[in-house]
């Protein structure tokens, strides 16, 4: 029996293998930043990072997190509410809840504990949960998990958003879900409008922003604060995995009620370890950056016009917007693959994204922009795209 089912999977690791869709993972040699050692390539341009603040290797962030084990020792052994909450646990969640302009936050393990903890809490077989066709997994499987009934709608198609909301009409409770940037196309959702029809429908509005956080908006307060639409939206998820020091953790912000009940009823807050006390004294010190200083966004914000246009100028194909989500349109998945392979030769290191993470035909190299590279570092980046285009006639 058992050397059966072994076997049943080293074949379809060999039909992945085959179809090109095994993921392989590249060694890094060196902490994460803007230059980075690959398998034996040293000073590779880092152009595929989530590190939108280049905070991940930050040395002020390093020292908080040594001073902190001292402070507060390394790990609790235990879950929140069995006595796994330090002072540092609630001050983050005040800080995060003042930063984010919400009622009150909740820690999770990751943004991915948050999402999956969510939907269950919230919403029952009465009620009704309207979500974008491009939501995240973690949101999907989150939803997965509850007995609500489940409506889609197409990609930030507001028309269809307002459709699905009649056909939900007799639900008691109705949500919107969406990420606030959609992440292979950068994309950010409407959320001017989504608010609107949520108060037009009596529905809560949930965002997911974890590529928006630290990264959208003059503050860094993410696509709500970009949107002008902060203190409209009930429930905001998010990852310290990504612009906001990017170790890991994820939290939800919202509305009292809600927190409250995520605290009883959340399966993932309920049942798993406390957040590490290294990783709440490192994203309060970020917070603590954000509020006292709104350089880090700005830089962001100027690196992402500069490598935008400098594509653009280069005769690139990358979809409108302003997010420092970068794709470059290759739309043939082996050329995007080769692409890639063809920029890590000469320093730059982003990957090709194809069928299934994409819709066939849309293949592409997705790059991603941090307040840590040079303006010198993006211009180096282009003119390598430049040079494979040219050798590949593509
Ligand atoms: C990255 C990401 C997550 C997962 O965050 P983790 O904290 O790494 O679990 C969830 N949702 C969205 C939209 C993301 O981009």
Known sequence: MKKQALKLYQSQLHEMEEAGTLKRESLLSTPQGARIGVGSRKGVLNMCANNYLGLSDNKFLIEKAKE????????????RFICGTQAIHKALEKRLAAFLG?????LYSSCFDANGGLFETLLGPEDAVISDELNHASIIDGIRLCKARRLRYKNNDMDDLKAQ???ARDCRVKLIATDGVFSMDGFIANLPAICNLAEEHDALVMVDDSHGVGVLGGRGRGTPEHCGVMGRVDILTGTFGK???GASGGYTAARREIVDMLRQRSRPYLFSNSVAPAICAVTMSVLNMLESSTWLPSTLRENTAH?????AEAGFDVPESTHP???????DARVAREFASRLLEKGVYAVGFSHPVVPMGKARVRTQVSAAHTKKDLDFAVQCFR????EMNA
């Open 387 to 390: 040079e494979v285009k040219e």
């Open 325 to 331: 989500i970068v794709p470059i349109m290759l739309y």
């Open 307 to 311: 490598f935008r246009a400098a594509l």
């Open 68 to 79: 902190s084990y001292d402070a507060w020792g390394f790990g609790l052994s235990s879950v």
């Open 165 to 167: 909301l009649e056909a």
């Open 243 to 245: 612009a906001l020091g």
């Open 102 to 106: 919400t009622d009150d936050a909740i």
